[in-house]
Structures are given as C-alpha cells and as structure tokens.
C-alpha cells in the first residue's frame, strides 16, 4: 500500500527537520522546502496528499500558498502552523480551504491526530467517488444498450424526465429492464447521492406490504417487538420504485393514493404522520388499462400515476439490438467468471439473433452467461448454446392457433425425452408470453396448479422473475 505524502514549508529549518523526523516515524513519505513559492512549483510537478505550512513566510505569505494550492488541486489538505497567532488569520485561513490551525509551540499528539484524521476523512471521500463512479457504471444510462430507433426514443424520454419530480410509469414485458430504466432515471437525477429504494409488489405477502412499505411501531401486530422503517422513510431524498404495482391488492392503493398526494404516512399502529420526499417511479408487465376496466386497479391511482409513461419493447420487436446486447453479455461474463471468451461464432449469432427471446433481455443474459461458463475456447459456438436455440427444428415446434407443427423422426433417430421436454418448455414460453409474463394466468392456461408451474420453470430454467 503506497504511503501518504507530507509536504512541509517553513522558512525555519529546524521546524521542517522536527515535523519531518516525527512523520516519517509515523510511516509517511515527507518532502521539506523553504518557501511557498518553491513549494507551489512541486505541487504542480508531483502528487500531494496533504501540506503542512507556516503562515509567516517572506515572498508568498502562508495563506496566499493556501489559495494557490487550492487552486491547483483542491483534494490537497491543507493544515496551517504559526507562532504569530491572530483571530483573523486564522478565519481567513479557515474560509480559504485549510483543514485546520494551529499556534507553536503546538500539542505534536494533536497533530498527529489531525493529520490521521484529515487522510482517513480523504481516503473515504476517494472510496464513496469510485463508489459513485461504479453506480452510475453499473445502474445508470450507458448501461442501457441498444441502437435501434425504439430504444433510442426511451433513451430521449429518461433525459427529459431525469431532472424532474414528475410519476413515472413503465410498463413492458417481463425481462425488458424497466428496474433498469428505473435506475437509470434515479442516476441521472439530481438525487442520485441519495437512496434508491425497489420493491417487488408481488414478492410480498399481502398482510406484510403496509409494514414493509411504511413500517410499524411495537406491538402494533404479533412479531412486531420493536419499532421498524418502512421502505418509503429509507427513501427519503432518493427515489421509490414500485415494481409490479399491478400486484398490490386494492387495500393498499387507498394507502398509497394518500401517500402519493400528500407525500407523508403513517406507519401501522403509529399515530404520528411523517413526511418524505421522494420521487415515485412504479411499473407493471400487465396492460394497466385493462386493469383498471377489470376493477382490479383503482382509476384515481392510476392517473396519480400515469403522468409520464415510459414504454419497453420486447425484444423480438428490435431484433437489430440482439447483437449488440449478446456481445456486451459476453464481455460482462467474460470478466466475472474469468474467462477469456472474446467472440460469438457466427453461426451462434446467427441462431441468437433469429431466436424468439419470450423472455426478453432477461433470457438473453441468461443464455449468454450459460454459454461463457461452456464455452472451453475463446470463441463462443452454436455447441455452448441450449437446445431449444441451437436445434432450430425443436425451437420452432410452438402452439400455434391451437395447433402443433408435426415432429418427424429423423433418419438418424432421436432422443424422444429430450425433444418432449424441449417441446414442452416451447409451450410453457409462449404461455408465459400470451400471459404477458403473468406465471399463474399461465399456469391456468395450460391446466396446471401454481406449484407444478414453479417446478417446470425451475427445471427447465425459465426466469421467474
């Protein structure tokens, strides 16, 4: 681990070789010089992390080098030393940038401390910029990819909303990002220091959404044995996204409507109202108008709601993205598992490309991912790929209109469990497509129970989510 490095400027030698004797037994790499204006020069030609200086020095006084300094870099932490001590140099000292100030002859353990603390505090502003810098890599608007003409109007439709206060709503298929996207607005905003709170409105039991979303107080329910901070009070400042609002029985639309309008709730079993602010982003795979024809959606909510709608396409309708999104799966895997997979056959392309992805981005990741983890060379081949995309024949075997297209045994056999599975997961993706998703509409659809739906996605590893 490299050492933090000390420059001390004083006019007087004996102070620079004391301070410089008693860090460098502290473990830090320390530089000397006499004055402020050959000091400015070395800042300029080398790396400083903190500068300790005299404020009495002939040419350029100390706080003068303190504004140069400033200037040159302001990560440098400045830490002042006089034995002319003066109210109003020290408030100009202060009001200039220093760190902090100190009058000779000084406390050397206090100053030790000082500086200990200066370099930690500098060292976790460092760590929360990269932290940042990975966020905004990782949630934010560059890591939306697609070219195609429908993505480059959600694109435009993010940077005109980012910046405002204004609901969001985003709706599309299940695997098409809209968490992504979500992220993506919160990261672009001006609350993207702030907190980014999801959550799954379906994943949560009925009788433990309000708790969960606006918290409750002791003994307001049965296990509730200390006070807890719902979702929405973590979010304060930042943003709250509702994923599958569809989901959250009607109860608690009334709830949320009041939270919506008023921007303050109650937690359950509280008396005392808080408020918070935060920007509402809330998403759907169902067609929300027909939720609320259906009665299964309040209307007033989803006005609330609705003001600015941002709509996903399935990825089968920007077929010139699929590409593009393979090879940026490719990278990212590549570097995660630590593979050197650097290129997709062109025969595997070809099959990824003209494959109907019912699952979307969500589909395409995985199978990526299947196939960096396969592939044995640095070249990714039709042989990595599962078998519903590589065996043409069986990947287009579907319903259609009620009726399959006929299997014919070939000339050189087949193995039949294998095709029935395979044929079988067919239909279970395009039952989970006319469902737009819905797992227990399309579990109904084919007349099986809810658990033996989540066994047939668990076996033949369909997203659930």
Excluded: W
Aim: charged share 30%; net charge negative.
């Amino acid at each position: 681990m490299a050492k933090n490095k000390i420059l001390i400027v004083d006019d007087e030698r004996d102070m620079r070789d004391f301070l410089a004797i008693m860090l460098r037994k502290e473990g830090y790499e320390v530089e000397t010089l006499p004055s402020a204006k050959l000091a400015l020069d070395y800042c300029r030609e080398n790396h400083i992390d903190l500068v300790i200086s005299d404020v009495r020095m002939p040419i350029m006084g100390g706080v003068d080098f303190l504004k140069a300094v400033k200037e040159l870099d302001k990560d440098i932490i400045v830490i002042m030393i006089t034995a002319y001590a003066s109210v109003e140099t020290a408030i100009e000292a202060m009001k200039s940038g220093a760190y902090d100030y100190f009058t000779k002859p000084f406390n050397i353990d206090e100053v030790k401390l000082n500086i200990k603390k200066a370099l930690k505090a500098k060292s976790l502003e460092k760590e929360n910029e990269i932290l940042r810098k990975d966020l905004k890599t990782k949630f934010g608007f560059s890591n939306l990819i697609g070219a195609s003409q429908k993505m480059k109007d959600v694109y435009s439709l993010i940077m005109s909303v980012a910046g405002t206060k204004t609901n969001i709503f985003i709706t599309g298929e299940s695997g098409t990002g809209k968490e992504l996207v979500a992220r993506a607005i919160h990261y672009e905003s001006d609350r993207k220091d702030k907190p980014f709170i999801a959550v799954n409105c379906g994943a949560i039991p009925d009788n433990l959404m309000e708790s969960e979303l606006f918290g409750h107080q002791k003994g307001a329910f049965t296990g509730a044995v200390s006070n807890k901070e719902g979702l929405a009070e973590q979010a304060d400042g930042g943003t709250l996204f509702l994923d599958e609002l569809t989901e959250l029985p009607l109860h608690l639309q009334v709830k949320l409507l009041r939270f919506i309008q008023e921007r303050n709730f109650r937690r359950v079993g509280g008396t005392v109202d808080t408020t918070v602010d935060v920007r509402l982003i809330a998403a759907s795979n169902r067609d929300l108008e027909a939720e609320v024809k259906a009665g299964r959606f309040r209307e007033d909510l989803f006005y609330r709601l609705n003001v600015i709608r941002i709509s996903l396409p399935p990825l089968r309708e920007r077929r010139e993205d699929i590409a593009m999104l393979a090879r940026h799966f490719m990278e990212k895997f590549s570097a995660e598992l630590g593979k050197d997979v650097r290129k997709i056959s062109e025969t595997a392309m070809g099959l990824i490309v003209n494959h109907e992805f019912s699952g979307n981005v969500r589909e395409l990741e995985n199978v990526i991912e299947r196939a960096v983890t396969l592939e044995p060379s640095d070249t990714i081949t039709p042989e990595s790929l599962p078998d519903y995309i590589r065996d043409r024949t069986m990947a287009t075997a579907s319903v259609n209109d009620g009726e399959t297209e006929a299997l014919k045994v070939p000339e050189s056999g087949m193995d039949l469990e294998k095709t029935v599975e395979e044929f079988e997961k067919a239909i279970i993706m395009d039952a989970l497509k006319k469902t737009r998703g819905v797992k227990k509409r399309a579990a109904e659809l084919l007349g099986l129970s809810f658990r033996s739906m989540r066994y047939k996605l668990s076996k033949y590893d369909i997203p659930e989510d």
